[in-house]
């Protein structure tokens, strides 16, 4: 594996790549709310082999240069994926969003429909739906979250996440690695504007036209999701004509993390599907 930042825009966009490097068509995974390329390290090392991935940190997240204001959204990001596929030189991928990263997997899909292999979303945001619990702590904190301490507004944000991880207590090290870099006075003010984009949510829009798109797609959902309820995920697996949806038990809503090997299996049938 490989890691290295990519100028998008003036800021750096940070991506690592895995797999088979030149064989089939790329797979691109983007993490939700508040994770980062780390979402994926128990997803990755057991993939088929045959196809090349490329892991991205969200511009904000992880180890990308901070997004505040207009360069939160769903929309914004799916153009740096964009900008960074062309500096890649990879003409169509798979694209599959975990939570808020399936919104733009989303934004992507109904803007650049020929760049997109095959669409997956899993246990995602859409149609505008605030994610439970997360959207109550984000309406709680409002404009103050940027004056709280960085420490302080990471911990409030640690504690209400770690209820999507099947296992609480397991879920520490992934939280731990992630929230740390909002634990800066910069990384403070990047997570209140992430915050202040869960408020604004702009899934609705790009959820609506879905509904034009004519690619395969899948939409994958943790049984026990506390954040996005199941009843989503079918919604959104109707809007995308020819989809199939499959739900894991034993998996909360961090399932690249909970239910790795059963996320492999769900998404074999979209693989096999766009390489016809």
């Avoid at 596929?85 to 997997?105: F, K, P, Q, S, T």
């Avoid at 507004?153 to 909002?182: K, Q, Y």
């Amino acid at each position: 594996m490989r890691g290295e930042f990519v100028d998008v825009g003036g800021n750096r966009l940070y991506y690592y790549a895995a797999g088979t490097r030149g064989a089939g068509v790329p797979i691109v995974l983007i993490h939700g709310f508040p994770m980062a390329s780390r979402l994926w390290h128990e997803f990755v090392p057991e993939f088929a082999p045959g196809h090349r991935l490329i892991i991205v940190d969200l511009p904000g997240f992880g180890r990308s240069d901070p997004a505040t204001g207009a360069r939160s959204g769903c929309g914004a990001h799916a153009a740096a994926i964009h900008a960074l596929l062309n500096d890649l030189g990879v003409e169509r991928a798979y694209i599959v969003g975990h939570g808020m990263g399936g919104g733009v997997a989303q934004a992507f899909a109904v803007q650049w429909p020929t760049r997109v292999a095959g669409l997956a979303l899993v246990s995602s945001a859409g149609f505008g739906v605030k994610p439970r619990r997360m959207a109550r702590m984000a309406r709680a904190l409002g404009p103050l979250a940027r004056f709280a301490p960085p420490a302080l507004l990471a911990g409030l944000v640690h504690g209400s996440i770690r209820r999507g991880f099947a296992d609480p207590e397991r879920s520490h090290l992934t939280l731990d690695m992630c929230l740390r870099h909002f634990t800066s006075v910069h990384g403070r003010d990047a997570l209140a504007a992430h915050l202040a984009a869960m408020r604004e949510c702009d899934t609705s829009s790009w959820s609506r036209r879905l509904r034009e798109l004519e690619l395969p797609a899948v939409v994958i959902w943790g049984a026990d999701d506390p954040f996005y309820p199941v009843a989503l995920g079918e919604r959104l697996h109707q809007a995308l004509k020819g989809s199939s949806f499959t739900v894991i038990p034993g998996a909360s809503h961090f399932v690249p993390e909970d239910q790795p090997e059963a996320l492999r299996r769900a998404l074999e049938p979209l693989l096999a599907r766009a390489a016809l």
